[in-house]
Protein backbone atom coordinates (compact mmCIF):
# COMPACT_ATOMS: atom_id res chain seq x y z
CA UNK A 1 0.00 0.00 0.00
CA UNK A 2 1.68 3.39 -1.02
CA UNK A 3 1.90 6.14 1.65
CA UNK A 4 -0.95 8.20 0.24
CA UNK A 5 -3.00 5.11 0.71
CA UNK A 6 -1.84 4.76 4.28
CA UNK A 7 -2.56 8.20 5.00
CA UNK A 8 -6.07 8.47 3.57
CA UNK A 9 -7.15 5.08 5.43
CA UNK A 10 -5.83 6.60 8.81
CA UNK A 11 -8.03 10.02 8.06
CA UNK A 12 -11.16 7.83 7.02
CA UNK A 13 -10.83 5.83 10.38
CA UNK A 14 -10.01 9.32 12.12
CA UNK A 15 -13.92 10.58 10.88
CA UNK A 16 -15.69 7.57 11.68
CA UNK A 17 -14.51 7.99 15.37
CA UNK A 18 -15.27 11.95 15.24
CA UNK A 19 -19.11 10.88 13.62
CA UNK A 20 -19.31 8.25 15.65
CA UNK A 21 -18.79 10.80 18.94
CA UNK A 22 -20.82 12.96 17.60
CA UNK A 23 -23.71 11.23 17.11
CA UNK A 24 -23.51 9.36 20.06
CA UNK A 25 -23.13 13.07 22.32
CA UNK A 26 -26.02 14.01 20.54
CA UNK A 27 -28.01 10.70 21.22
CA UNK A 28 -27.49 10.91 24.86
CA UNK A 29 -27.78 14.75 25.43
CA UNK A 30 -31.74 14.00 24.10
CA UNK A 31 -31.92 10.97 26.74
CA UNK A 32 -31.32 12.64 29.58
CA UNK A 33 -33.44 16.16 28.76
CA UNK A 34 -36.89 15.00 27.28
CA UNK A 35 -38.14 17.90 25.54
CA UNK A 36 -41.48 18.92 26.35
CA UNK A 37 -44.45 20.94 25.01
CA UNK A 38 -44.33 19.47 21.17
CA UNK A 39 -41.62 19.17 18.48
CA UNK A 40 -41.55 22.52 16.89
CA UNK A 41 -41.17 25.70 19.32
CA UNK A 42 -39.88 29.90 18.61
CA UNK A 43 -37.64 30.85 20.71
CA UNK A 44 -38.87 34.50 20.91
CA UNK A 45 -42.16 33.74 21.57
CA UNK A 46 -44.35 33.05 24.26
CA UNK A 47 -45.11 29.10 24.89
CA UNK A 48 -48.37 28.61 24.15
CA UNK A 49 -50.92 27.00 26.21
CA UNK A 50 -54.21 25.50 25.44
CA UNK A 51 -57.10 25.02 27.05
CA UNK A 52 -60.04 23.08 26.17
CA UNK A 53 -63.42 23.92 28.28
CA UNK A 54 -66.68 21.29 27.00
CA UNK A 55 -69.17 24.34 28.24
CA UNK A 56 -69.74 27.68 26.62
CA UNK A 57 -67.88 31.02 26.87
CA UNK A 58 -70.53 32.83 28.76
CA UNK A 59 -70.43 29.84 31.56
CA UNK A 60 -70.04 32.28 34.85
CA UNK A 61 -67.92 29.15 36.14
CA UNK A 62 -65.83 28.93 33.11
CA UNK A 63 -65.21 32.78 33.29
CA UNK A 64 -63.50 32.85 36.93
CA UNK A 65 -61.87 30.01 35.88
CA UNK A 66 -60.27 31.25 32.57
CA UNK A 67 -59.77 34.87 33.97
CA UNK A 68 -57.74 33.29 36.85
CA UNK A 69 -55.19 31.22 34.87
CA UNK A 70 -54.88 33.95 32.37
CA UNK A 71 -53.40 35.63 35.52
CA UNK A 72 -50.83 32.97 36.61
CA UNK A 73 -50.09 32.06 32.80
CA UNK A 74 -49.16 35.99 32.20
CA UNK A 75 -47.09 36.37 34.86
CA UNK A 76 -45.44 32.78 33.94
CA UNK A 77 -44.68 33.80 30.76
CA UNK A 78 -47.17 31.95 28.71
CA UNK A 79 -49.38 32.82 26.01
CA UNK A 80 -53.10 31.42 27.06
CA UNK A 81 -55.64 30.64 24.72
CA UNK A 82 -58.91 29.37 25.13
CA UNK A 83 -61.30 27.02 22.71
CA UNK A 84 -65.01 26.53 24.21
CA UNK A 85 -66.94 23.69 22.74
CA UNK A 86 -70.60 24.44 23.68
CA UNK A 87 -71.60 20.76 24.61
CA UNK A 88 -70.14 19.47 21.42
CA UNK A 89 -67.76 16.48 21.48
CA UNK A 90 -66.45 16.23 18.11
CA UNK A 91 -66.18 19.92 18.20
CA UNK A 92 -63.68 19.91 20.94
CA UNK A 93 -62.08 17.26 19.55
CA UNK A 94 -62.05 18.66 15.76
CA UNK A 95 -60.13 22.25 17.73
CA UNK A 96 -57.48 19.90 19.64
CA UNK A 97 -56.83 18.33 16.71
CA UNK A 98 -56.33 21.83 14.80
CA UNK A 99 -54.20 23.56 17.36
CA UNK A 100 -51.91 20.24 17.39
CA UNK A 101 -51.19 19.83 13.58
CA UNK A 102 -49.96 23.30 13.93
CA UNK A 103 -46.06 23.59 13.02
CA UNK A 104 -45.58 25.30 16.53
CA UNK A 105 -46.61 23.13 18.95
CA UNK A 106 -48.35 24.03 22.23
CA UNK A 107 -46.22 23.84 25.57
CA UNK A 108 -49.00 22.24 27.48
CA UNK A 109 -53.02 21.03 26.98
CA UNK A 110 -55.37 21.38 29.46
CA UNK A 111 -58.68 19.80 29.10
CA UNK A 112 -61.41 18.42 31.13
CA UNK A 113 -63.25 15.46 30.33
CA UNK A 114 -67.33 15.65 29.55
CA UNK A 115 -69.80 13.34 28.03
CA UNK A 116 -67.05 10.39 28.63
CA UNK A 117 -64.85 12.03 26.14
CA UNK A 118 -61.52 12.28 28.49
CA UNK A 119 -60.00 9.29 27.06
CA UNK A 120 -61.14 10.48 23.32
CA UNK A 121 -59.29 14.02 24.07
CA UNK A 122 -56.56 11.99 25.75
CA UNK A 123 -55.22 10.40 23.47
CA UNK A 124 -55.45 13.26 20.83
CA UNK A 125 -52.62 15.16 23.21
CA UNK A 126 -50.66 11.90 23.65
CA UNK A 127 -50.55 11.20 19.76
CA UNK A 128 -48.99 14.85 18.81
CA UNK A 129 -46.31 13.81 21.97
CA UNK A 130 -48.03 17.28 24.14
CA UNK A 131 -48.09 16.99 27.75
CA UNK A 132 -51.88 17.18 28.61
CA UNK A 133 -53.35 17.90 31.97
CA UNK A 134 -56.95 17.15 33.22
CA UNK A 135 -58.55 19.08 34.81
CA UNK A 136 -62.15 19.82 36.28
CA UNK A 137 -64.00 16.63 35.60
CA UNK A 138 -62.09 13.20 35.45
CA UNK A 139 -62.67 9.70 34.29
CA UNK A 140 -65.13 7.51 35.23
CA UNK A 141 -64.00 4.24 37.18
CA UNK A 142 -64.33 2.35 33.69
CA UNK A 143 -62.60 4.66 31.92
CA UNK A 144 -59.99 4.75 34.03
CA UNK A 145 -58.94 1.31 34.38
CA UNK A 146 -59.16 1.01 30.68
CA UNK A 147 -56.87 4.52 30.35
CA UNK A 148 -54.68 3.40 33.24
CA UNK A 149 -52.70 5.93 35.72
CA UNK A 150 -51.39 9.01 33.60
CA UNK A 151 -47.96 8.41 32.55
CA UNK A 152 -48.46 4.52 31.93
CA UNK A 153 -50.64 3.67 28.50
CA UNK A 154 -50.07 8.01 27.57
CA UNK A 155 -47.33 8.84 28.46
CA UNK A 156 -47.94 12.60 27.95
CA UNK A 157 -50.65 12.55 30.33
CA UNK A 158 -48.63 14.26 33.02
CA UNK A 159 -51.46 14.61 35.78
CA UNK A 160 -54.86 15.53 36.82
CA UNK A 161 -56.66 18.29 38.74
CA UNK A 162 -59.88 17.75 39.89
CA UNK A 163 -62.09 18.51 42.62
CA UNK A 164 -63.60 17.45 45.67
CA UNK A 165 -67.22 16.73 43.60
CA UNK A 166 -68.51 13.71 45.94
CA UNK A 167 -67.71 16.25 48.73
CA UNK A 168 -69.09 19.08 47.37
CA UNK A 169 -72.08 17.49 46.77
CA UNK A 170 -72.50 15.92 50.73
CA UNK A 171 -71.46 19.33 52.11
CA UNK A 172 -74.31 21.13 50.19
CA UNK A 173 -76.78 18.23 51.42
CA UNK A 174 -76.34 18.72 54.80
CA UNK A 175 -76.06 22.69 54.44
CA UNK A 176 -79.07 22.81 53.03
CA UNK A 177 -81.22 19.85 55.27
CA UNK A 178 -79.75 22.00 58.38
CA UNK A 179 -81.07 25.42 56.99
CA UNK A 180 -84.72 23.83 56.22
CA UNK A 181 -85.11 21.69 59.56
CA UNK A 182 -84.79 25.16 61.22
CA UNK A 183 -88.20 25.99 60.01
CA UNK A 184 -91.02 23.71 61.30
CA UNK A 185 -92.97 24.64 58.50
CA UNK A 186 -90.74 23.36 56.27
CA UNK A 187 -90.67 19.86 57.41
CA UNK A 188 -93.31 17.18 56.64
CA UNK A 189 -96.22 15.22 58.50
CA UNK A 190 -93.48 11.95 58.19
CA UNK A 191 -90.92 13.97 60.07
CA UNK A 192 -88.72 14.44 56.92
CA UNK A 193 -87.90 17.57 55.20
CA UNK A 194 -88.30 16.64 51.16
CA UNK A 195 -85.60 17.25 48.42
CA UNK A 196 -86.20 18.11 44.53
CA UNK A 197 -82.38 17.43 43.07
CA UNK A 198 -80.96 18.95 39.52
CA UNK A 199 -77.82 17.54 38.57
CA UNK A 200 -75.68 17.80 35.43
CA UNK A 201 -75.13 16.27 32.37
CA UNK A 202 -75.96 12.01 32.96
CA UNK A 203 -72.61 10.79 31.99
CA UNK A 204 -70.29 14.11 33.20
CA UNK A 205 -67.87 12.87 35.96
CA UNK A 206 -68.70 16.24 37.99
CA UNK A 207 -72.45 15.69 37.71
CA UNK A 208 -72.02 11.59 38.95
CA UNK A 209 -69.93 12.67 42.05
CA UNK A 210 -71.63 15.74 43.71
CA UNK A 211 -74.98 13.59 43.22
CA UNK A 212 -73.45 10.58 44.57
CA UNK A 213 -72.60 13.05 47.61
CA UNK A 214 -76.07 14.19 47.72
CA UNK A 215 -77.24 10.51 47.93
CA UNK A 216 -74.97 9.30 50.81
CA UNK A 217 -75.71 12.59 52.88
CA UNK A 218 -79.49 11.68 52.67
CA UNK A 219 -78.95 8.14 53.36
CA UNK A 220 -76.96 9.23 56.87
CA UNK A 221 -80.13 11.39 57.62
CA UNK A 222 -83.03 8.91 56.81
CA UNK A 223 -84.68 10.13 59.21
CA UNK A 224 -84.85 14.05 58.26
CA UNK A 225 -84.49 14.12 54.94
CA UNK A 226 -86.04 12.29 51.92
CA UNK A 227 -85.22 13.01 48.47
CA UNK A 228 -88.36 12.67 46.30
CA UNK A 229 -87.26 12.93 42.64
CA UNK A 230 -83.48 13.87 41.05
CA UNK A 231 -83.52 14.98 37.02
CA UNK A 232 -80.68 16.20 35.16
CA UNK A 233 -81.21 19.74 34.11
CA UNK A 234 -77.33 19.33 31.51
CA UNK A 235 -76.41 22.44 33.93
CA UNK A 236 -78.67 24.70 31.74
CA UNK A 237 -80.45 27.83 33.51
CA UNK A 238 -83.02 27.35 31.49
CA UNK A 239 -83.59 23.33 31.80
CA UNK A 240 -83.41 23.23 35.32
CA UNK A 241 -86.36 26.20 35.61
CA UNK A 242 -88.51 24.40 33.63
CA UNK A 243 -87.57 20.93 35.03
CA UNK A 244 -87.75 22.13 38.85
CA UNK A 245 -91.37 23.87 37.64
CA UNK A 246 -92.88 20.85 37.00
CA UNK A 247 -91.17 18.42 39.61
CA UNK A 248 -92.33 21.19 42.07
CA UNK A 249 -95.84 21.01 40.90
CA UNK A 250 -95.20 16.91 41.31
CA UNK A 251 -93.97 17.17 44.97
CA UNK A 252 -95.55 20.44 46.25
CA UNK A 253 -94.11 18.79 49.87
CA UNK A 254 -90.95 19.43 48.81
CA UNK A 255 -88.41 21.87 50.73
CA UNK A 256 -85.21 21.97 49.07
CA UNK A 257 -84.06 22.27 46.00
CA UNK A 258 -80.35 20.58 45.19
CA UNK A 259 -78.31 21.61 42.38
CA UNK A 260 -75.40 20.50 41.14
CA UNK A 261 -74.39 24.43 39.90
CA UNK A 262 -75.34 27.71 39.95
CA UNK A 263 -76.84 27.65 37.05
CA UNK A 264 -78.94 25.33 37.51
CA UNK A 265 -80.06 26.73 41.28
CA UNK A 266 -80.50 29.97 40.00
CA UNK A 267 -82.82 28.34 37.65
CA UNK A 268 -84.45 26.60 39.97
CA UNK A 269 -85.00 29.58 41.88
CA UNK A 270 -87.46 31.42 38.94
CA UNK A 271 -89.02 28.04 38.66
CA UNK A 272 -90.19 28.71 42.61
CA UNK A 273 -91.19 32.03 41.83
CA UNK A 274 -93.10 31.04 38.83
CA UNK A 275 -95.27 28.77 41.08
CA UNK A 276 -96.09 31.83 43.70
CA UNK A 277 -93.36 30.90 46.31
CA UNK A 278 -90.66 33.07 47.46
CA UNK A 279 -87.22 31.12 47.66
CA UNK A 280 -84.81 31.08 49.64
CA UNK A 281 -88.11 32.01 52.62
CA UNK A 282 -90.92 29.11 51.10
CA UNK A 283 -87.83 26.91 49.59
CA UNK A 284 -84.41 26.33 50.65
CA UNK A 285 -82.16 26.18 47.68
CA UNK A 286 -78.61 25.62 46.68
CA UNK A 287 -76.16 25.23 44.13
CA UNK A 288 -72.21 24.72 43.08
CA UNK A 289 -69.54 26.45 41.99
CA UNK A 290 -69.79 29.60 44.11
CA UNK A 291 -70.17 32.19 41.15
CA UNK A 292 -70.33 36.06 41.24
CA UNK A 293 -73.87 35.74 40.67
CA UNK A 294 -74.59 32.70 42.96
CA UNK A 295 -72.54 34.85 45.92
CA UNK A 296 -74.72 37.43 44.82
CA UNK A 297 -77.98 35.33 45.65
CA UNK A 298 -76.81 34.34 48.76
CA UNK A 299 -76.54 38.19 50.04
CA UNK A 300 -80.00 38.65 48.72
CA UNK A 301 -81.47 35.30 50.35
CA UNK A 302 -82.38 33.51 47.65
CA UNK A 303 -79.62 30.81 47.51
CA UNK A 304 -78.98 29.22 51.35
CA UNK A 305 -75.39 27.97 49.68
CA UNK A 306 -72.73 27.13 47.64
CA UNK A 307 -69.55 25.57 47.10
CA UNK A 308 -66.65 26.18 45.35
CA UNK A 309 -62.86 27.14 45.15
CA UNK A 310 -62.21 25.12 42.40
CA UNK A 311 -61.90 27.31 39.31
CA UNK A 312 -58.21 28.11 40.56
CA UNK A 313 -57.16 24.85 39.61
CA UNK A 314 -55.78 26.30 35.80
CA UNK A 315 -53.98 28.70 37.38
CA UNK A 316 -52.37 25.51 39.58
CA UNK A 317 -51.96 23.63 36.35
CA UNK A 318 -50.14 26.56 34.67
CA UNK A 319 -47.65 26.63 37.42
CA UNK A 320 -46.88 22.80 36.99
CA UNK A 321 -46.00 23.46 33.59
CA UNK A 322 -44.02 26.06 34.29
CA UNK A 323 -41.75 24.27 36.23
CA UNK A 324 -41.95 21.13 33.30
CA UNK A 325 -41.39 23.52 30.48
CA UNK A 326 -37.96 24.87 32.52
CA UNK A 327 -36.76 21.24 33.27
CA UNK A 328 -37.95 20.40 36.42
CA UNK A 329 -37.78 16.03 37.07
CA UNK A 330 -41.32 14.56 35.79
CA UNK A 331 -40.94 12.11 38.91
CA UNK A 332 -41.06 15.42 41.04
CA UNK A 333 -44.62 15.99 39.68
CA UNK A 334 -47.65 14.19 41.30
CA UNK A 335 -49.72 12.02 39.09
CA UNK A 336 -53.14 13.23 40.99
CA UNK A 337 -54.03 15.84 42.69
CA UNK A 338 -57.54 17.24 44.79
CA UNK A 339 -58.94 20.66 44.79
CA UNK A 340 -60.64 21.38 48.57
CA UNK A 341 -63.84 22.78 47.96
CA UNK A 342 -65.18 25.38 50.35
CA UNK A 343 -68.92 25.72 51.59
CA UNK A 344 -69.98 28.89 51.68
CA UNK A 345 -72.77 30.78 53.43
CA UNK A 346 -74.43 33.77 54.38
CA UNK A 347 -72.05 33.77 57.24
CA UNK A 348 -68.82 33.66 55.34
CA UNK A 349 -69.99 34.99 51.68
CA UNK A 350 -68.39 38.19 51.74
CA UNK A 351 -65.25 37.03 52.81
CA UNK A 352 -65.50 34.51 50.29
CA UNK A 353 -66.40 37.17 47.56
CA UNK A 354 -63.33 39.55 48.35
CA UNK A 355 -61.15 36.38 46.95
CA UNK A 356 -62.98 36.84 43.37
CA UNK A 357 -61.69 40.17 42.66
CA UNK A 358 -58.86 40.37 40.02
CA UNK A 359 -56.95 42.82 41.29
CA UNK A 360 -56.45 40.42 44.21
CA UNK A 361 -55.30 37.65 41.68
CA UNK A 362 -52.67 39.60 40.15
CA UNK A 363 -51.13 40.44 43.36
CA UNK A 364 -50.48 36.52 43.77
CA UNK A 365 -46.66 35.32 43.36
CA UNK A 366 -47.27 32.23 41.07
CA UNK A 367 -43.90 31.56 41.36
CA UNK A 368 -43.48 30.68 45.29
CA UNK A 369 -45.74 27.89 44.17
CA UNK A 370 -43.05 26.31 41.55
CA UNK A 371 -40.67 23.80 42.92
CA UNK A 372 -38.10 25.08 40.64
CA UNK A 373 -37.87 28.37 42.49
CA UNK A 374 -38.67 26.55 45.70
CA UNK A 375 -36.28 23.80 45.69
CA UNK A 376 -36.37 22.92 49.71
CA UNK A 377 -40.17 21.96 49.01
CA UNK A 378 -41.08 18.37 49.23
CA UNK A 379 -44.00 18.51 47.10
CA UNK A 380 -46.50 21.49 45.56
CA UNK A 381 -48.32 23.46 48.36
CA UNK A 382 -50.94 25.34 46.38
CA UNK A 383 -53.78 27.12 48.79
CA UNK A 384 -56.97 26.74 47.65
CA UNK A 385 -58.60 28.87 50.53
CA UNK A 386 -60.00 32.41 49.92
CA UNK A 387 -60.77 35.37 51.71
CA UNK A 388 -58.87 38.07 53.76
CA UNK A 389 -55.66 38.74 55.23
CA UNK A 390 -53.00 35.33 54.53
CA UNK A 391 -49.79 34.63 56.46
CA UNK A 392 -48.63 32.70 53.42
CA UNK A 393 -49.03 34.44 50.37
CA UNK A 394 -50.67 37.42 48.93
CA UNK A 395 -53.57 35.68 47.88
CA UNK A 396 -56.46 36.13 50.57
CA UNK A 397 -57.64 33.32 52.42
CA UNK A 398 -60.33 31.93 54.78
CA UNK A 399 -60.35 28.45 56.51
CA UNK A 400 -61.22 25.54 53.33
CA UNK A 401 -63.49 22.80 53.77
CA UNK A 402 -61.47 19.18 53.75
CA UNK A 403 -62.17 17.04 51.43
CA UNK A 404 -65.56 15.15 52.15
CA UNK A 405 -64.93 11.03 53.60
CA UNK A 406 -67.37 9.07 52.53
CA UNK A 407 -69.31 7.36 55.00
CA UNK A 408 -68.82 3.48 55.01
CA UNK A 409 -72.12 1.77 53.30
CA UNK A 410 -73.55 -1.71 53.39
CA UNK A 411 -73.11 -3.44 50.05
Not at 34 to 63: C, H, M, N, Q, Y
Not at 107 to 128: C, D, M, T
Not at 290 to 308: F, H, M, N, P, Q
Request: with cysteine; glycine share 8%.
Amino acid sequence: MCANSVESYKWSIHLRWIFAFVFFAILFTFAGHRTWGGDAVEKDRKPRVLLFSGSDKDDPFWILFTDFMSVAADQLGFELKVHFADGSLNAMASLMRVECERKVKPAGIVIQSFKRGGPRFLRIANSYRIPVFLVNSGLTAEQSAITGEPRTHLEHWIAEMLPDDYGAGFQLANALIDEARKDPAKISADGRVHIIGLSGTVSHGASVQRAAGLMDAIAAREDEAILDQMVSADWKRGYAKNRCRILHRRYPEASIVWAASDQMALGAAQAIRDRGFVPGKDVVIGGVDATREGLKAIEKGTLAATVGGHFQEGGWVAVILHDLVHGLDLEKIPTHFVSPMTLVTAENMATYRAGLRAKQWKQIDFLQFSRLHQPESDNYRFRFDLGENSAETSMPSIKESPPVEKPARNE
